[in-house]
T-cell receptor
Framework: ETGVTQSPTHLIKTRGQQVTLRCSSQ?????VSWYQQALGQGPQFIFQYYREEENGRGNFPPRFSGLQFPNYSSELNVNALELDDSALYLC?????????????FGPGTRLTVT | GIQVEQSPPDLILQEGANSTLRCNFS?????LQWFHQNPWGQLINLFYIPSGTKQNGRLSATTVATERYSLLYISSSQTTDSGVYFC??????????FGAGTTVTVRA
């Protein structure tokens, strides 16, 4: 069974630039969620994708957008980067429609905005 | 939205000691998960426990859904248990809501 993978591991960007982060879900899972974790805090929900559509969104501005592909992998795009976007970005996969809502997380992408 | 509170925020243990971490939540939940975040940032699944008691080695967890709390027990702690422990709940609105975490330091 393949776990959740994310790329890249680390990334440094300049304020105003755009970034794309990638996530491959665990085999057998059809739902991907993205979370942002600032230093010293718990992860905050950004959005979730199911059947290639956004299935729910947290309190994040529209410059945070995403995609889900037919193979259930996903991308998180952030435009017009701000210094406060520096954080660990975590992707989680799960199987919507099962009796379990358990989510499994990838290793994360650490984004630094300078 | 649902509020999740974890206590204590920090815990320092001597190797071999036992400890209890607590998670309170403000509304009924469909799912509760405990995670251990390793120094590299990955969240490791410890328990999926919307109700009842589960055990896995030296770790066990109990959730009393009717009273809106969950407890994580660490017995005979080891230095490898150090890290941040998160409780997260799912109340049907497609997102996990996390607490602020408990930072555990186990000293040899």
């Amino acid at each position: 069974e393949t776990g959740v993978t994310q790329s890249p591991t680390h990334l440094i960007k300049t304020r105003g630039q755009q970034v794309t982060l990638r996530c491959s879900s665990q085999s057998g899972h059809n739902t991907v969620s993205w979370y942002q974790q600032a230093l010293g805090q718990g992860p905050q929900f950004i959005f979730q994708y199911y059947r290639e559509e956004e299935n729910g969104r947290g309190n994040f501005p529209p410059r945070f957008s995403g995609l889900q592909f037919p193979n259930y992998s996903s991308e998180l795009n952030v435009n017009a980067l701000e210094l406060d976007d520096s954080a660990l970005y975590l992707c989680a996969s799960s199987r919507w429609g099962s009796t379990s809502y358990e989510q499994y997380f990838g290793p994360g992408t650490r984004l630094t905005v300078t | 939205g649902i509020q999740v509170e974890q206590s204590p925020p920090d815990l320092i243990l001597q190797e071999g000691a036992n400890s209890t971490l607590r998670c309170n939540f403000s509304d009924s939940v469909n799912n509760l998960q405990w995670f251990h975040q390793n120094p590299w940032g990955q969240l490791i699944n410890l328990f999926y426990i919307p109700s009842g008691t589960k055990q896995n080695g030296r770790l066990s967890a109990t959730t009393v859904a009717t009273e809106r709390y969950s407890l994580l027990y660490i017995s005979s702690s080891q230095t490898t248990d150090s890290g941040v422990y998160f409780c997260a709940v799912f109340s049907g609105d497609y997102k996990l809501s996390f607490g602020a975490g408990t930072t555990v330091t186990v000293r040899a």
